[in-house]
């Protein structure tokens, strides 16, 4: 039952109970996100292409200084941003390796050779996880089966005409489907409803991407989703945190989860599952 907003004002006055762990929760991001600004600023943003830098240049550009305020807005919406949409990937790909465990196995073999076996709790840098072509693999592999984001729409800022032909009007609501075409026999195969990685490496076990145009999870062209590669690090950060220490399976081996869609795809009713810890 959600509290009267007498209640919520009086805690917030007072700042007690929820209303002062929220603000401590406010407070210990705010640092988290200054770190990354202070560290930065450090180490020097002229000439450097990410969008921290980007931003601290264009207000040192615009106004001769910058706001540290509105540069931790960036941080943390760049961090939060993705939260939602990381979180549903995690969920499809354990259960997609809990019914695949051969996959899993072959994760962890990966890791192992990359990482060592005996380092559990290091957390791997880009450059260790670059090298897991296997794990990028699985990673999109699943996005393609069950896209977080299941549809997306674009209004034509202009009028157009569509490859196939379709006349587009300026200002016309234009509606794509990733879910769907992520399971098009005509670019995937007719094994295309099969949870197989290794569709996406050559011959030499290296990732090879696709077309953003037949792969579209992160959106294409010139408005490709800016926190796509921090989506991919994220995933598999979680991955080997997990997959090196425990095997994952559903609780209920015959219980198969409704994806139901939205701005996020979420499993309705969660997905339960059983963790036990890897014996060595």
Same mark, same amino acid.
């Given at each position: 039952?959600?509290?009267?907003?007498?209640?919520?004002?009086?805690?917030?006055?007072?700042?007690?109970?929820?209303?002062?762990?929220?603000?401590?929760?406010?407070?210990?991001?705010?640092?988290?996100?200054?770190?990354?600004?202070?560290?930065?600023?450090?180490?020097?943003?002229?000439?450097?292409?990410?969008?921290?830098?980007?931003?601290?240049?264009?207000?040192?550009?615009? =106004?001769?200084?910058?706001?540290?305020?509105?540069?931790?807005?960036?941080?943390?919406?760049?961090?939060?941003?993705?939260?939602?949409?990381?979180?549903?990937? %995690?969920?499809?790909?354990?259960?997609?390796?809990?019914?695949?465990?051969?996959?899993?196995?072959?994760?962890?073999?990966?890791?192992?050779?990359?990482?060592?076996?005996?380092?559990?709790?290091?957390? $791997?840098?880009?450059?260790?996880?670059?090298?897991?072509?296997?794990?990028?693999?699985?990673?999109?592999?699943?996005?393609?089966?069950?896209?977080?984001?299941?549809?997306? =729409?674009?209004?034509? %800022?202009?009028?157009?005409?569509?490859?196939?032909?379709?006349?587009?009007?300026?200002?016309?609501?234009?509606?794509?489907?990733?879910?769907?075409?992520?399971?098009?026999?005509?670019?995937?195969? $007719?094994? /295309?409803?099969?949870? !197989?990685?290794?569709?996406?490496?050559?011959?030499?076990?290296?990732?090879?991407? /696709? =077309?953003?145009?037949?792969? $579209?999870?992160?959106?294409?062209? =010139? !408005?490709?989703?800016?926190?796509?590669?921090?989506?991919?690090?994220?995933?598999?950060?979680?991955?080997?945190?997990?997959?090196?220490?425990?095997?994952? /399976?559903?609780?209920?081996?015959?219980?198969?989860? /409704?994806?139901?869609?939205?701005?996020?795809?979420?499993?309705?009713?969660?997905?339960?599952?059983?963790?036990?810890?890897?014996?060595?």
């Amino acid at each position: 039952m959600a509290a009267s907003p007498v209640v919520w004002r009086v805690k917030r006055f007072l700042r007690v109970g929820s209303e002062r762990r929220l603000r401590e929760a406010i407070r210990t991001v705010d640092r988290l996100a200054q770190e990354v600004i202070d560290r930065r600023r450090r180490t020097g943003f002229a000439g450097k292409s990410d969008l921290l830098s980007r931003f601290m240049a264009a207000g040192v550009e615009d =106004s001769g200084g910058e706001d540290d305020g509105y540069l931790r807005d960036i941080v943390k919406s760049f961090l939060l941003a993705g939260r939602d949409t990381v979180a549903s990937g %995690l969920t499809s790909f354990f259960w997609l390796t809990s019914r695949n465990p051969a996959v899993e196995a072959k994760i962890r073999s990966e890791a192992e050779a990359v990482l060592g076996r005996h380092h559990n709790d290091a957390v $791997p840098s880009f450059a260790e996880m670059t090298e897991m072509h296997y794990l990028t693999s699985a990673v999109y592999e699943t996005l393609r089966l069950f896209p977080p984001v299941q549809f997306d =729409s674009k209004f034509a %800022l202009n009028d157009d005409v569509l490859p196939d032909g379709t006349i587009v009007r300026k200002g016309d609501r234009v509606t794509y489907h990733p879910y769907a075409m992520g399971r098009m026999e005509s670019i995937w195969g $007719p094994d /295309r409803l099969e949870f !197989r990685p290794e569709r996406w490496l050559n011959d030499d076990g290296l990732f090879v991407p /696709r =077309s953003p145009y037949e792969y $579209p999870v992160f959106q294409g062209g =010139s !408005r490709v989703c800016l926190g796509k590669e921090m989506a991919i690090v994220e995933m598999k950060t979680v991955i080997l945190a997990v997959i090196r220490r425990f095997n994952v /399976r559903v609780a209920d081996p015959g219980h198969e989860p /409704r994806f139901s869609p939205g701005l996020t795809a979420t499993v309705s009713g969660g997905l339960r599952m059983v963790v036990e810890e890897v014996k060595r």
